[in-house]
């Protein structure tokens, strides 16, 4: 099974306080149709959110001198990549930091280490009914060592993002 698109549902509302919270998970979507449950995400009123990932759903790899926690397929392997950099995580203005949060990189299941071009980067939109993911693939290679000046807010470009259909449609439940 190879993982294709990103979902993002609406979980529960929860009020702390003064201060409503949208809890929403993220599933990873197979050919089959199949949901992987990959993360929770807390949104705050003021669009800020925290990502918790779900451990449970990921085998831990030591690739290329580095930890990861992948997803293994009949045919690929698909491994989170968290993002090396200090990002807002902050929705107001765009998701730029809500798609950096899901960036992951796919081996074959038998290759030994990894290839930081074959990275995988989900292009999210808002809708009337929640998010729409479309999966892009993308060279990490800008993100597997420092740049020159040892910092970078936004290294990944979307221009550098290739499309990969089929988009898959996210919404609230």
Not at 2 to 19: E, H, K, M, P, Y
Not at 113 to 121: A, L, R, T
Not at 129 to 145: I, K, R, V, Y
Not at 146 to 169: D, F, M, N, Q
Request: glycine share 6%; with cysteine.
């Amino acid at each position: 099974m190879s993982r294709l698109g990103i979902a993002f549902w609406l979980n529960t509302l929860a009020a702390q306080g003064a201060v409503a919270q949208e809890v929403r998970q993220a599933f990873l979507k197979d050919r089959e149709g199949q949901l992987t449950n990959i993360a929770d995400i807390t949104v705050a009123q003021d669009d800020t959110y925290s990502v918790a990932m779900n451990n449970d759903a990921f085998s831990e790899h030591f690739l290329s001198m580095r930890p990861f926690k992948c997803l293994d397929g009949s045919d690929k392997t698909w491994c989170h990549v968290p993002y090396p950099y200090e990002i807002a995580r902050d929705i107001s203005d765009d998701l730029t930091d809500l798609e950096y949060d899901f960036l992951f990189l796919w081996k074959g299941r038998t290759d030994y280490g990894i290839n930081m071009w074959n990275g995988i980067y989900y292009r999210i939109e808002r809708t009337e009914t929640g998010f729409h993911g479309t999966l892009h693939e993308m060279d990490m290679d800008l993100l597997s060592a420092p740049p020159e000046g040892g910092y970078c807010v936004r290294c990944a470009r979307r221009t550098s993002l290739k499309a990969i259909p089929p988009a898959i449609v996210c919404r609230r439940l």
